[in-house]
């Protein structure tokens, strides 16, 4: 134990992890001296990762941090070590270590202060292996945990759009309409989910909703204020050329019959709103 304790102290870390090991072959199982020697053990493992690590190994960094789980599993420190170990991986791009690693690190330590920064690395994480679907549940987390609206508000919207690159539309919808609730302004930005959730409903040819939210769009811009800007008058007036164009295949649809003048009666109406719509639509000057 006093070699240990001075190995440790004279940075020799190595050996005084050979030294608390064989403390440890000494001790009796119910030592009540037993956890403080095993304390040791994994601080001395810990230091090695810590000095490779600082020395550019970080594969001989990972590898001591994985031993302390090994070594001392109950030990204060194991949480950290392993979570350092997913660190390491990162910086070596070796992502399914590190999506393993953190993974793990979530599941066995949940009150662990480091979980808030699970999520961000386990996002980042997971777009680079491709797997779209759990990189935007994961950014979705940093949205509901992280520290800050504007990180929030840039998770929530990478979600949005990492679920319409994993080919699942309704939680992109679902994910843009959280959005759209929870950040009504600035009013620039509002706008932009806006038109992202008109353009998934028009892919889904849902013209009910697509309809809905471009008048959003317009509603948005109108009410904006001194946020007004080229592009939100830019978006609003492709939102009303939209619903104008919409308003015009109403018309054109109508057909004329016996007798006509019901029939004309409906198309003359139609035709005034279509007219209406598109000089709404050039009042904006886009």
């Known amino acids: 134990t006093i070699l240990g304790h001075g190995q440790f102290e004279e940075k020799r870390y190595g050996d005084a992890e050979q030294s608390y090991q064989q403390v440890l ?39 001591h941090f994985l031993r302390i789980a090994d070594l001392t599993p109950t030990s204060s420190i194991a949480a950290t070590a392993q979570y350092d170990a997913a660190a390491a991986s990162l910086a070596l791009e070796d992502w399914q270590k590190a999506i393993a690693l953190l993974e793990g690190f979530r599941a066995h330590y949940p009150d662990n202060p480091l979980q808030k920064d699970v999520a ?12 779209w679907r759990k990189a935007a549940a994961e950014s979705e987390t940093v949205a509901k945990q992280g520290e800050g609206e504007q990180l929030q508000r840039d998770a929530l919207w990478q979600a949005g759009e990492l679920y319409v690159r994993a080919g699942q539309p309704q939680e992109a919808l679902r994910t843009f309409q959280d959005y759209a609730r929870r950040f009504p302004k600035p009013a620039g930005q509002l706008i932009d ?84 719509a598109y000089r709404a639509a050039g009042d904006y000057g886009i």
Request: net charge positive.
């Open 120 to 131: 961000p690395k386990l996002a980042s994480a997971y777009q680079k292996v491709g797997d």
């Open 25 to 63: 072959a000494l001790m009796a199982k119910n030592d009540v001296k037993r956890h403080e020697i095993e304390e040791n053990l994994a601080a001395a493992v810990y230091k090695q990762g810590e000095l490779a690590r600082d020395g550019g190994d970080l594969r001989g960094a990972v590898r």
């Open 193 to 276: 989910a806006e038109q992202r959730l008109a353009e998934l409903y028009a892919q889904q040819n849902n013209s009910e909703r697509q309809q809905y939210w471009l008048q959003q769009i317009i509603d948005t811009d109108k009410a904006g204020g001194a946020e007004r800007s080229d592009h939100t008058r830019l978006l609003a007036g492709r939102a009303a050329l939209t619903l104008a164009d919409a308003r015009y295949r109403a018309f054109a649809d109508i057909k004329l019959s016996h007798p006509l003048k019901n029939s004309l009666k409906g198309k003359k109406k139609a035709m005034e709103e279509a007219l209406a």
